[in-house]
């Protein structure tokens, strides 16, 4: 089993910036790749961002691109998301996601956090 803990989410005018964190706990966290999703309101929930387990690889979604950067620190267990020129359509509530699939077809792992709020305000 893999606990993950999501913070940093919050209201921000359009074009700011947040940093979203999520801490680890359970299995070795360097094992696993891990990734970001968001699900707005009446949405499905999509793929955000990914980082292979050593951190030298990083997938995003085309919408995301150039604004947000995924990172990770092994030796405290957690994964980031800087979240920069923010938009009204990032609004979503983001869950932190480890054993992601980063290849063709990206597919979430089955280890979920409770997920974070994000309002962007235009």
């Known amino acids: 089993q893999v606990q993950l803990v999501e913070s940093g989410g919050g209201l921000v005018q359009a074009g700011g910036s947040l940093r979203l964190s999520c801490v680890a706990s359970?299995?070795?966290?360097?094992?696993?790749?891990m990734g970001w999703f968001r699900q707005a309101p009446g949405e499905a929930r999509e793929f955000v961002a990914g980082i292979t387990w050593s951190g030298l690889g990083t997938v995003y979604a085309d919408s995301v691109k150039g604004r947000f950067t995924i990172s990770r620190d092994n030796a405290k267990n957690t994964v980031f998301l800087q979240m920069n020129r923010l938009k009204p359509e990032d609004t979503a509530v983001y869950y932190c996601n480890a054993g992601v699939n980063l290849g063709t077809a990206t597919r979430a792992g089955v280890y979920w956090g409770q997920g974070t709020q994000v309002t962007v305000s235009a």
């Open positions: 359970g299995r070795t966290f360097s094992n696993y790749n």
